[in-house]
Nanobody, 117 residues
Framework: QVQVVESGGGLVQTGGSLRLSCTAS????????MAWHRQAPGKQRELVAS???????NYVDSVKGRFTISRDDAKNTVYLQMNSLKPEDTAVYYC???????????WGQGTQVTVSS
């Protein structure tokens, strides 16, 4: 079955950096789009960044210029490099696999990112 597993969250000070990783298994990784969502306490989940199978990226305005999404198809892994972190980036970050040939999406369990002021 398809599994999506995130890692790399943690506690960081304002202005610091973290890199999240997400590895998928049980599916041909390279043909599928990938995305990172986040959910802060008391807020709705939001799309942070996405990357197509062809490498086209998209970001929510609040992270443009600070976050970078990338993928390594040889490792079945997508990354989210987060720089210049702010307290408002504190959230649980979820990796999502968006299969090309199905409307079903596959979510990881989430990883906590906490930015202290």
């Amino acid at each position: 079955q398809v599994q999506v597993v995130e890692s790399g969250g943690g506690l960081v000070q304002t202005g610091g950096s973290l890199r999240l990783s997400c590895t998928a298994s049980g599916i041909i990784f390279s043909i599928n789009d990938m995305a990172w969502h986040r959910q802060a306490p008391g807020k709705q989940r939001e799309l942070v960044a996405s990357i197509t199978s062809g490498g086209i990226t998209n970001y929510v305005d609040s992270v443009k210029g600070r976050f970078t999404i990338s993928r390594d198809d040889a490792k079945n892994t997508v990354y989210l490099q987060m720089n210049s972190l702010k307290p408002e980036d504190t959230a649980v970050y979820y990796c999502v696999l968006l299969p090309r040939f199905s409307s079903r999406t596959f979510w990881g369990q989430g990883t906590q990112v906490t930015v202290s002021s």
